[in-house]
């Protein structure tokens, strides 16, 4: 094998084995901050509803009676097991919730990111290509102002005008109700779902849904993306290699796109999975404002019920994501820039 593969092997080898302490003490913090508040979350939940009795028993059968290290020890077991517990006020298991809602979160994310970076990695290309012109000023005058929009506002305003006023996109919810409850949901995912089934229909139904909320979460991101795309890219047109290229007589459009956008990605690319990540949590707000069943929307409903072991396996699960992504950037960034190897 080459050095060059072998370094590759090396550092995605290197990252992952880093990556787990990092899980580690997430999963201490998210632990820990759970058994701050005084009492225990059976008591937190269900308080109110329940005789003594009662909740002394379900705290025996929860484990939460034992010694805090003994609760530790167990909750890293399950953690790695997948078994992160049932929520208290509606007995659903939280891999449920993760499967079930999560993957309507994820469904999102991905669509508000394919958005995010198609507008900002493109308007920020022809910002750089064409700097100083009409194009590179009112790409970056797009790029502050719906960047600094609030995502919920945007919603409101996506809304009112394609939904309320002109009719075209439908304003809420996952699918229609019809086409909800008819759906064959064999991997939870909408889009495929249907693609599976081959029901066109329905394709259409969950694509025209997706669309508002998509659009006003990737909108919002790709303003990051349109000032970091074209910052490194007038940055890497001033390199020398450039200036070679054009010296044996290569075309502008081929310098830009073969040469020094290669070059300006590497930046890019880490920013661009971090907003993914962020993304995740952005997907909260976009999901009250448009009725989007996530696990964003979850959350908050187990929060206000003082469910705190549902909400301890569902932050659980996003701390391992974030923290998944992270090591993804890492190895995508290794792949098209070499350096970062030896670094």
């Given at each position: 094998?080459?050095?060059?593969?072998?370094?590759?092997?090396?550092?995605?080898?290197?990252?992952?084995?880093?990556?787990?302490?990092?899980?580690?003490?997430?999963?201490?913090?998210?632990?820990?901050?759970?058994?701050?508040?005084?009492?225990?979350?059976?008591?937190?939940?269900?308080?109110?509803?329940?005789p003594a009795e009662e909740l002394e028993q379900r705290r025996e059968a929860?484990?939460?009676?034992?010694?805090?290290?003994?609760?530790?020890?167990?909750?890293?077991?399950?953690?790695?097991?997948?078994?992160?517990?049932?929520?208290?006020?509606?007995?659903?298991?939280?891999?449920?919730?993760?499967?079930?809602?999560?993957?309507?979160?994820?469904?999102?994310?991905?669509?508000?990111?394919?958005?995010?970076?198609?507008?900002?990695?493109?308007?920020?290309?022809?910002?750089?290509?064409?700097?100083?012109?009409?194009?590179?000023?009112?790409?970056?005058?797009?790029?502050?102002?719906?960047?600094?929009?609030?995502?919920?506002?945007?919603?409101?305003?996506?809304?009112?005008l394609f939904g309320s006023v002109l009719g075209w996109l439908p304003t809420?919810?996952?699918?229609?109700?019809?086409?909800?409850?008819?759906?064959?949901?064999?991997?939870?995912?909408?889009?495929?779902?249907?693609?599976?089934?081959?029901?066109?229909?329905?394709?259409?139904?969950?694509?025209?849904?997706?669309?508002?909320?998509?659009?006003?979460?990737?909108?919002?991101?790709?303003?990051?993306?349109?000032?970091?795309?074209?910052?490194?890219?007038?940055?890497?047109?001033?390199?020398?290699?450039?200036?070679?290229?054009?010296?044996?007589?290569?075309?502008?459009?081929?310098?830009?796109?073969?040469?020094?956008?290669?070059?300006?990605?590497?930046?890019?690319?880490?920013?661009?999975?971090?907003?993914?990540?962020?993304?995740?949590?952005?997907?909260?707000?976009?999901?009250?404002?448009?009725?989007?069943?996530?696990?964003?929307?979850?959350?908050?409903?187990?929060?206000?019920?003082?469910?705190?072991?549902?909400?301890?396996?569902?932050?659980?699960?996003?701390?391992?994501?974030?923290?998944?992504?992270?090591?993804?950037?890492?190895?995508?960034?290794?792949?098209?820039?070499?350096?970062?190897?030896?670094?």
């Amino acid at each position: 094998m080459s050095s060059h593969g072998t370094s590759l092997r090396t550092y995605i080898l290197t990252r992952i084995a880093l990556a787990v302490p990092t899980v580690l003490i997430l999963l201490t913090i998210v632990f820990l901050l759970m058994r701050v508040a005084p009492g225990d979350p059976i008591t937190s939940a269900l308080g109110a509803r329940l005789p003594a009795e009662e909740l002394e028993q379900r705290r025996e059968a929860a484990g939460y009676d034992k010694p805090i290290p003994q609760q530790y020890v167990e909750y890293l077991g399950n953690v790695v097991t997948l078994d992160m517990g049932e929520s208290l006020t509606d007995n659903r298991t939280v891999t449920s919730i993760i499967v079930d809602n999560g993957s309507a979160t994820l469904e999102l994310t991905i669509a508000a990111f394919i958005v995010a970076v198609v507008v900002g990695v493109g308007l920020g290309l022809l910002a750089g290509r064409f700097r100083d012109t009409p194009i590179d000023v009112g790409s970056r005058l797009f790029g502050i102002i719906i960047y600094a929009f609030p995502v919920f506002f945007l919603g409101f305003l996506a809304q009112l005008l394609f939904g309320s006023v002109l009719g075209w996109l439908p304003t809420s919810g996952r699918a229609s109700p019809l086409v909800e409850f008819e759906l064959n949901q064999i991997t939870h995912f909408y889009l495929i779902d249907t693609l599976i089934s081959g029901n066109w229909s329905q394709f259409w139904d969950v694509f025209t849904h997706l669309i508002l909320p998509a659009a006003t979460l990737g909108l919002v991101i790709s303003g990051v993306l349109i000032r970091l795309v074209r910052v490194n890219l007038l940055q890497t047109m001033r390199g020398d290699y450039v200036e070679a290229a054009r010296a044996r007589g290569v075309g502008e459009r081929r310098i830009v796109i073969h040469h020094a956008f290669r070059n300006a990605l590497v930046p890019v690319v880490t920013i661009a999975g971090l907003q993914f990540a962020i993304l995740l949590g952005g997907a909260v707000l976009t999901e009250q404002t448009f009725n989007w069943p996530g696990i964003g929307s979850e959350l908050i409903r187990y929060l206000d019920q003082r469910d705190y072991i549902a909400v301890q396996g569902i932050i659980t699960i996003f701390a391992v994501f974030v923290v998944l992504i992270s090591v993804l950037i890492d190895i995508v960034t290794a792949f098209i820039d070499p350096r970062v190897r030896y670094s």
